[in-house]
């Protein structure tokens, strides 16, 4: 690797928490268990052992179905702070070879370790070194891989999952993604796979060979984005910023001022619709909820409201959002400007429980629509009342 080349590890951990289970408790290990709440009544699985999976139980599958599956079943209480502590330890060690980490919620994590091989010699030799070190020091075996890139390092982990080991040259990209599975293609989801499939798109060499103005026709302009990635195109950054230092923000400038109740609500639903999606976009939840306002006089007004649990929907957004702006409206002046921010973002796995009835999967198909074909295929008619005046 020479020092302009880059080198993206990608570290798959399987089942995460159920790997870092076993790992605290050897008994578990051969043993069928599932990682879920027992004091809800409608609980889901939220991850299994691969004995579990291999009887048939999968993620959000109810608890009293997978029960029936497989009897006795051991259920575990999800811990937080012992995966939380994982991820931390993981993260120590990545630490060491670059401070570019990314953590992803599922034990998904990207370290770019572009030129440090003065340091630590070849990216394969570094991302060895680093899968030697999970297993010794935390008991976890990761489907590791190594690339110039996120999505084909994501995709490389995704071919030798669970515990293998890949590395894709600089140079090697397209000719690797090529005769790959278009459902291992970061982003798209099953639904997404069944209607490429419909269309003869099976591998990613399909996908690329397709005209982008045929395709953008079909599947909407996410489409050109989803092609690039499956020729092995990708230059997004290894984000390094921990979810608990990100914020999301929002905003929308009224034609004319205004402290018209109604227009305000209005601008408050399409903010929270906004910043809402770029959260659940990205598997997160927020615990904070910011309302920045601009008058008319140029004065501005900033409230938050910090919550007792995590939300994600827009309605819950939007919801906790509305107190702030009757305390902004109190001061009387028409307002020009209004931004949602926010904060305290946390991974969402223990929050969103999109498998159980609605509201879950219209929020979930909602989503789908907007990611698909622009997130205006699908607005309000107050949202094009107001940006028509």
């Known amino acids: 690797m020479t020092p302009h080349e880059r080198g993206i590890i990608h570290l798959n951990f399987s089942s995460f928490m159920a790997s870092v289970e076993e790992s605290s408790s050897p008994e578990l290990k051969g043993v069928p268990f599932v990682i879920a709440d027992p004091q809800k009544s409608r609980a889901i699985v939220l991850d299994m052992s691969p004995k579990a999976w291999a009887e048939g139980i999968r993620k959000g599958m109810p608890l009293r ?15 937080a702070t012992l995966y939380s502590t994982a ?76 515990r293998g080991f890949a590395s894709i040259p600089n140079g090697d990209e397209s000719s690797f993604m090529y005769p790959q599975s278009i459902s291992l293609l970061p982003g798209i989801g099953q639904k997404m796979s069944e209607r490429l499939t419909a269309y003869g798109i099976n591998i990613m060499g399909d996908l690329s060979e397709i005209n982008p103005s045929h395709l953008t026709r079909v599947f909407g302009k996410v489409s ?33 001022d205004t402290n018209d109740p109604c227009k305000l609500n209005t601008v408050l639903l399409i ?10 976009s990205s598997c997160l939840s927020t615990r904070k909820v910011i309302l920045n306002t601009l008058y008319s006089d140029g ?11 995590s939300i994600f929907s827009d309605a819950e957004i939007y919801t906790s959002s509305l107190p702030l702006l ?61 940006e028509q005046q």
């Open 65 to 79: 179905i997978a029960k029936k599956i497989v009897r006795p079943l051991t259920v575990v209480p999800p811990n």
């Open 299 to 309: 004065q501005t007004f900033s409230i938050s409201r910090t919550l007792s649990t």
């Open 224 to 256: 050109l984005r989803l092609r690039d990635r499956s020729m092995g195109i990708d230059n997004d950054p290894v984000f390094w910023k921990p979810a608990s230092e990100l914020s999301i923000s929002s905003s929308f400038i009224l034609s004319d």
């Open 271 to 280: 903010l929270a619709e906004d910043a809402g999606l770029t959260l659940r």
């Open 87 to 162: 991820s931390s330890r993981i993260s120590e060690i990545s630490g060491h070879y670059s401070p570019f980490t990314e953590v992803r919620s599922g034990g998904h994590i990207f370290i770019d370790i572009s030129g440090t091989r003065r340091l630590f010699g070849h990216m394969q030799d570094t991302a060895a070194r680093i899968k030697n070190k999970c297993q010794k020091q935390l008991g976890l075996d990761p489907a590791t891989s190594v690339s110039g890139n996120k999505t084909v390092s994501k995709v490389a982990s995704r071919v030798v999952s669970p």
């Open 326 to 386: 009757e305390k902004a409206r109190m001061r009387r002046i028409r307002i020009r400007e209004m931004t949602i921010v926010l904060r305290e973002i946390a991974d969402s796995l223990f929050q969103m429980n999109l498998f159980e009835p609605q509201p879950g999967k219209l929020q979930q198909t909602l989503d789908r629509l907007r990611t698909d074909s622009g997130v205006r295929i699908l607005q309000r008619a107050s949202r094009l009342q107001l």
